[in-house]
Nanobody
Framework: QVQLVESGGGLVQPGGSLRLSCAASGSIFSINAMGWYRQAPGKQRELVADIDSVGSARVVDSVKGRFTISRDSAKNTVHLQMDSLKPEDAAVYYC???????????????WGQGTQVTASS
């Protein structure tokens, strides 16, 4: 089995910062990409940022310059540093990882349970 455990969500004032972390554990041969999606009430889940196995990252325009994604491949972890948070960033943030469980397995996507992020005064 594979588990993704997230931490770091919460409530901050607009302009504040939060750091999300996600650790993958279990039967893992290799991890291709790791990243973060978010889903606000009444909206579709959307990509926020992801990073591949060689450290190439992409960040969506709405958070560019405010959010930074990083990865520790040795620890199978991914982080999302969120600065200058806005009320419109409020959502449940989900970690994902594209994992191969053995040399002969195909890549599959795994998801964390989600963590709430809110920026409100």
């Amino acid at each position: 089995q594979v588990q993704l455990v997230e931490s770091g969500g919460g409530l901050v004032q607009p302009g504040g910062s939060l750091r999300l972390s996600c650790a993958a554990s279990g039967s893992i041969f290799s991890i291709n990409a790791m990243g973060w999606y978010r889903q606000a009430p009444g909206k579709q889940r959307e990509l926020v940022a992801d990073i591949d196995s060689v450290g190439s990252a992409r960040v969506v325009d709405s958070v560019k310059g405010r959010f930074t994604i990083s990865r520790d491949s040795a620890k199978n972890t991914v982080h999302l540093q969120m600065d200058s948070l806005k009320p419109e960033d409020a959502a449940v943030y989900y970690c994902y990882a594209r994992i191969r469980r053995s040399l002969f397995d195909r890549l599959s996507d795994y998801w964390g349970q989600g963590t709430q992020v809110t920026a409100s005064s």
